[in-house]
């Protein structure tokens, strides 16, 4: 007999979201420059149909400042949410959302990143915008930092290259506990931490890798990592002494790799790959690097500078709960007849028992009830899904209306594999799914690469309206939320 659990009665339903990808007002009120604002559009003619566009050299950077490069910066403009949050907002509320997950743009607050004093413009908008959530029962979730590291820091320090960067980053993290003690309970570190080493360390943490010489690049890549554990670990400490009982997660771009055969050297490679994407929550959640990475370093002549103390510091303060992002699977081979994919952050075999999305990122449920069963055997820590979703080309109607049936159809056979890991004993204690509401693509700065529960008129070259429409899949996610998970 298959009998499921339910849901349990105060999961926590809602969508995900990132300031840079959403609010726009990349300037206003005293916000300074950031990693994300360097991030030019690159048409998919030039990059590629599956491939990303988020690497930004140093000759960039310079000739972005010099006003020599005169680009389109999407990231700059998001969806306007920094002047539209309250109907925003309130269509989330209207489809019941129990929580909401935002970022603080960390620019917005210390607009260098090292400057002594916080701006107050920025504090009082996400105070107002919290506020906001409250007034609907909306549990405000708040990544720290994602993908948004003020472009102050990578000019001074080469961004978290700089061991100065771990104390610019607790005074800002004590500045919005401080600020925000009443408002917000949970909160996240640094988003898919694993982007810093194993795609855009400038991206991941505003290190502009052509600025180290060639030789040492590897190294830094985890040297700035390592920065980034303390700093989460020593964040995780003061939000416990700030704010008596509230959580702090770390969140991971969960990779999760199957062998593409039986053969043992297959096995073995899926499992190689599975460590080095869970070394990242092993750090965080068992406050140690695990053997086999100690390995890898040795063998690759990778050697970071550790201050006295550090190793402590990760064993005393682990995080709370584990969250992650699951939106596909990949296959791993050591033989060369096998066709490729994309996927974020990675791409890999593909597995041809799985559909891919337009952008070639395999969709498969059934690897998120294995995902939450894997992550739960391991760490026995609450876990969060904190993204999930489909990307995907949207058709409006003459009408005005978007049959999404696609996206319902990903998420629904999702949501049926996380009550599957509920019934199989998972701790899992909320939902986010990705883009709510359309915002811009992370990878390709598209916004044709849809995943809300709203469509919002504009199209990549930054042309329309801006205005909001509802898709067929907000009222089907309204009334999953509304039958706590019974109505598919
Ligand atoms: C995750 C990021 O990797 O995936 C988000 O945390 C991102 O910022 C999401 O938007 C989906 O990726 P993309 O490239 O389709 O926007």
Same mark, same amino acid.
């Given at each position: 007999?298959?009998?499921?659990?339910?849901?349990?009665?105060?999961?926590?339903?809602?969508?995900?979201?990132?300031?840079?990808?959403?609010?726009?007002?990349?300037?206003?009120?005293?916000?300074?420059?950031?990693?994300?604002?360097?991030?030019?559009?690159?048409?998919?003619?030039?990059?590629?149909?599956?491939?990303?566009?988020?690497?930004?050299?140093?000759?960039?950077?310079?000739?972005?400042?010099?006003?020599?490069?005169?680009?389109?910066?999407?990231?700059?403009?998001?969806?306007?949410?920094?002047?539209?949050?309250?109907?925003?907002?309130?269509?989330?509320?209207?489809?019941?959302?129990?929580?909401?997950?935002?970022?603080?743009?960390?620019?917005?607050?210390?607009?260098?990143?090292?400057?002594?004093?916080?701006?107050?413009?920025?504090?009082?908008?996400?105070?107002?915008?919290?506020?906001?959530?409250?007034?609907?029962?909306?549990?405000?979730?708040?990544?720290?930092?994602?993908?948004?590291?003020?472009?102050?820091?990578?000019?001074?320090?080469?961004?978290? *290259? /700089?061991?100065?960067? $771990?104390?610019?980053?607790?005074?800002?993290?004590?500045?919005? %506990? &401080?600020? @925000?003690?009443? !408002?917000?309970?949970?909160?996240?570190?640094?988003?898919?931490?694993?982007?810093?080493?194993?795609?855009?360390?400038?991206?991941?943490?505003?290190?502009?890798?052509?600025?180290?010489?060639?030789?040492?690049?590897?190294?830094?890549?985890?040297?700035?990592?390592?920065?980034?554990?303390?700093?989460?670990?020593?964040?995780?400490?003061?939000?416990?002494?700030?704010?008596?009982?509230?959580?702090?997660?770390?969140?991971?771009?969960?990779?999760?790799?199957?062998?593409?055969?039986?053969?043992?050297?297959?096995?073995?490679?899926?499992?190689?790959?599975?460590?080095?994407?869970?070394?990242?929550?092993?750090?965080?959640?068992?406050?140690?690097?695990?053997?086999?990475?100690?390995?890898?370093?040795?063998?690759?002549?990778?050697?970071?500078?550790?201050? *006295? /103390?550090?190793?402590? $510091?990760?064993?005393?303060?682990?995080?709370?709960?584990?969250? %992650? &992002?699951? @939106?596909?699977? !990949?296959?791993?081979?050591?033989?060369?007849?096998?066709?490729?994919?994309?996927?974020?952050?990675?791409?890999?075999?593909?597995?041809?028992?799985?559909?891919?999305?337009?952008?070639?990122?395999?969709?498969?449920?059934?690897?998120?009830?294995?995902?939450?069963?894997?992550?739960?055997?391991?760490?026995?820590?609450?876990?969060?899904?904190?993204?999930?979703?489909?990307?995907?080309?949207?058709?409006?109607?003459?009408?005005?209306?978007?049959?999404?049936?696609?996206?319902?159809?990903?998420?629904?056979?999702?949501?049926?594999?996380?009550?599957?890991?509920?019934?199989?004993?998972?701790?899992?204690?909320?939902?986010?799914?990705?883009?709510?509401?359309?915002?811009?693509?992370?990878?390709?700065?598209?916004?044709?690469?849809?995943?809300?529960?709203?469509?919002?008129?504009?199209?990549?070259?930054?042309?329309?309206?801006?205005?909001?429409?509802?898709?067929?899949?907000?009222?089907?996610?309204?009334?999953?939320?509304?039958?706590?998970?019974?109505?598919?």
């Amino acid at each position: 007999m298959n009998k499921l659990k339910p849901f349990p009665k105060n999961f926590l339903w809602g969508g995900a979201t990132a300031a840079n990808q959403i609010e726009g007002g990349f300037d206003a009120d005293g916000k300074g420059l950031s990693s994300a604002d360097m991030v030019a559009y690159v048409p998919k003619a030039e990059r590629g149909a599956h491939s990303a566009a988020i690497e930004v050299t140093s000759q960039r950077i310079e000739a972005i400042l010099s006003g020599e490069f005169q680009g389109r910066f999407p990231k700059r403009d998001g969806i306007d949410f920094y002047h539209k949050y309250k109907d925003d907002i309130a269509l989330f509320a209207e489809m019941g959302f129990k929580m909401l997950r935002i970022s603080i743009h960390w620019a917005r607050i210390f607009p260098n990143g090292y400057d002594e004093q916080p701006n107050e413009a920025g504090l009082q908008y996400y105070e107002d915008m919290f506020k906001e959530m409250h007034k609907y029962g909306i549990e405000p979730m708040v990544t720290l930092c994602h993908y948004e590291t003020p472009l102050g820091l990578t000019e001074k320090y080469n961004g978290w *290259l /700089g061991r100065e960067v $771990i104390g610019h980053f607790l005074r800002y993290v004590e500045t919005v %506990f &401080s600020r @925000y003690k009443e !408002l917000v309970k949970y909160w996240l570190t640094f988003n898919e931490i694993n982007m810093i080493t194993m795609h855009s360390p400038f991206t991941g943490g505003g290190v502009v890798i052509d600025r180290v010489p060639e030789a040492e690049r590897e190294n830094a890549k985890y040297q700035a990592l390592h920065h980034q554990f303390v700093a989460s670990a020593l964040a995780t400490k003061r939000l416990h002494e700030i704010i008596p009982g509230a959580q702090m997660g770390c969140m991971l771009a969960r990779l999760t790799h199957y062998a593409y055969s039986a053969d043992p050297a297959d096995q073995r490679l899926a499992q190689w790959l599975n460590q080095q994407n869970l070394y990242f929550t092993d750090v965080h959640a068992r406050g140690e690097y695990p053997k086999f990475m100690l390995r890898h370093w040795q063998e690759n002549n990778v050697q970071i500078r550790k201050a *006295l /103390g550090d190793d402590a $510091i990760l064993k005393q303060y682990p995080v709370d709960f584990v969250s %992650f &992002s699951y @939106y596909m699977s !990949l296959a791993a081979s050591t033989h060369d007849n096998v066709e490729r994919t994309g996927g974020n952050l990675l791409g890999g075999v593909k597995n041809p028992y799985l559909q891919a999305s337009d952008w070639g990122w395999q969709i498969d449920p059934i690897g998120l009830r294995i995902t939450l069963n894997d992550l739960y055997d391991r760490y026995q820590k609450p876990l969060f899904i904190v993204e999930n979703g489909l990307g995907a080309y949207d058709q409006v109607e003459a009408d005005g209306t978007i049959h999404d049936d696609y996206r319902i159809d990903y998420l629904r056979a999702h949501i049926q594999q996380m009550q599957e890991a509920i019934s199989d004993g998972v701790d899992l204690r909320g939902y986010l799914s990705w883009g709510p509401i359309d915002l811009v693509s992370m990878s390709t700065s598209e916004m044709s690469k849809r995943y809300g529960f709203i469509y919002v008129d504009l199209d990549d070259d930054g042309n329309g309206s801006g205005e909001r429409r509802r898709k067929d899949s907000f009222y089907w996610y309204k009334n999953v939320i509304a039958s706590n998970g019974t109505e598919l």
